[in-house]
């Protein structure tokens, strides 16, 4: 198992995982003796409420001047508020007890503390880049076997209730890890960052030649102190130790610690199973399918003259209605353009995660990331929804509706569901709330560079021939022989929806811990591979269920190539239920609602993803397949 465990480990770092590298304009800070290290604080954050707060909220000690960091678009849409504190950190040397300051505790004070201790908020730190960790001791099991005890959380809680008593932590050991090596570079790199929570009842004398607080500490030791009963105190002295310890970890390498949260092991080992697996039935699909197909074709290729007069049957009956116009083709084309757009987004992004361009030393920058090619994909959506557009005969006046829906339908219900929770977001006064100035830039993305490059997109497109097509269409639609209750759409859908949520089953869950539990998340290699899989499992299924419906001479395929492996998200979304249920514990209604309009989002954009996969294979499939048999 420790074998595995390396081995897995090693194929992360060789998929860019681990950060094994730097860019070059990227270098680390070198700090020298004597010299400063800034202690920066971050939001509020709990996976009870999903709503951040600004750390200042609670009565902590500030410094003279608050002063806040310049962030980007994704720090801001995360709800990331990042200033400054009083908290003096000196590199090599070590505190003990030294004092931060003393607060008079009001009731409305207790009163915040005791809402955020029931809430399980967590207190964010950053030092040099890096977020504060608690470290937890694993209890020996056989698992664990690689001399491997600890485990990292990020963050530390505001404190603790037991037996209806409520404990502050304000008391902190700060343990700075940091690397030297005279021989390339002078100074000294930090390569971790943990936090000792305690909360322990404690006294203080003044003393004038201590700056800023004027006061010493009388801190007791962890087994004798006495913890910090909130509803006992009147006033409240927050210490802190400094602690700084050689390691032999590479700056480049500090974030590995960090992989640990999300339980790497046993990921890997699922991963890798559900590849084996997803590979195996999907060559499986394949290889029936081309079995099946190549009988047909030659059986239909091959006729003789006497046969000839026999009616045809399967496939091949319904050839002059196969690319008959779908019902509500407007909305099928501009469906299919704006999930070829998600699709770019997801694939340029995991290019730029592969290459190290978005590693969770920059906060926000995948989510900005993401927005950025969204918007500057919809030039592919508007073509992909004009040429589609022109195979079903549209007008211009269709083309204008077209472009027009794919430039405006989809984004505005992203942009109105989420203008709708920000509303209830910025009713609970949380440091999540998106800013005017924020929603402003996000319209001006969406009308000044996205619908701009859908416009372009659909123009180029419009102006291309019309994709040849194999068979003529009949004027006359061709009945549809009664179908059986297995055979209906909604049925069939349903069933080829399994196997793509089953290719994202396993990564689900840590994306999942990673955005509503607040972990970090940075497996891009293996994600990268389950991408790949989606693509192919998508393709492969709609193919399959198309090829199955035309044998029946139904030649409907159009929204079943479309829903049979977009159906995927609505597992995905019942998924999401079972996880609310089973893994977090959101009682209230602002974060319950918050979590499934998310979801819903994510489910529609999965749903487009892996729709526009499964109709573009089929309908280049179907394509194929009625060029290559003989048609009168």
Known sequence: MALF????????????????????????????????????????????????????????????????????????????????????????????????????????????????IEDEYTVNWIVDNLPGATRYRIPATAENADGESFSYSDGFLVGVVQQGRYFVHNHVLIELKYHANPEKYEGFRIVGFEIEPRSMTQSTAEDLSVKPSGMIGTCQAASSAVAFELDSQNEIVYTYDVRWVHSDVRWASRWDSYLKMMGGQIHWFAILNSLMILLFLSGMVAMILLRTLHRDITKYNELATAEEAREETGWKLVHGDVFRKPYFSTLFSVSVGSGLQILLMCIVTLIFALLGLLSPARRGGLLQCMMLLFTFMGVFAGYASARLCKVFDGDAGRWKLTTVCTALFYPGIFFGVFFVLNLFIWGQKSSGAVPFTTMFAIVVLWFGISVPLVLIGAHV????????????????????????????????????????????????????????????????????????????????????????????????????????????????????ILYFVSRLQIEKFVPTLLYFGYMAIASVMFFLLTGSIGAIASFFFVRSIYGSIKVD
Request: glycine share 6%; with cysteine; charged share 15%.
């Open 5 to 116: 465990s390396r081995c897995t480990l090693a194929v992360a770092a060789s998929f860019g995982v681990a950060q094994g590298f730097y860019l070059p304009g990227f270098a680390p800070n070198q700090y020298q003796t004597n010299e400063k290290v800034d202690l920066k604080v971050n939001k509020l954050t709990s996976s009870k409420t999903q709503l951040p707060y600004s750390y200042y909220v609670l009565p902590y000690c500030q410094p003279p001047s608050i002063q806040d960091n310049v962030e980007n678009l994704g720090e801001t849409l995360m709800g990331d508020l990042i200033e400054n504190s009083p908290y003096e950190l000196t590199i090599p040397f070590n505190e003990t007890c030294k004092v931060l300051c003393k607060k008079k505790l009001t009731q409305t004070d207790k009163d915040q503390f005791k809402s955020m």
């Open 461 to 576: 497109g419009f102006r291309k021939p019309t994709i040849e097509l194999p068979v003529r269409t009949c004027q006359i639609p061709r009945q549809v022989p009664d179908q059986p209750v297995f055979g209906h759409p909604a049925f069939i859908s349903l069933a080829g929806g399994i196997l793509p949520f089953g290719a994202i089953f396993t990564e689900l869950f840590f994306i999942l811990a990673s955005i509503w539990q607040h972990q970090f998340y940075y497996l891009f290699g293996f994600l990268t591979l389950v991408l790949a899989i989606l693509v192919v499992t998508c393709a492969e299924i709609s193919i399959a269920l198309v090829y199955f419906q035309l044998t029946s001479e139904d030649y409907r395929w159009w929204w079943l190539s479309f829903c049979s492996s977009g159906a995927s998200a609505v597992y995905l979304f019942l998924y999401s």
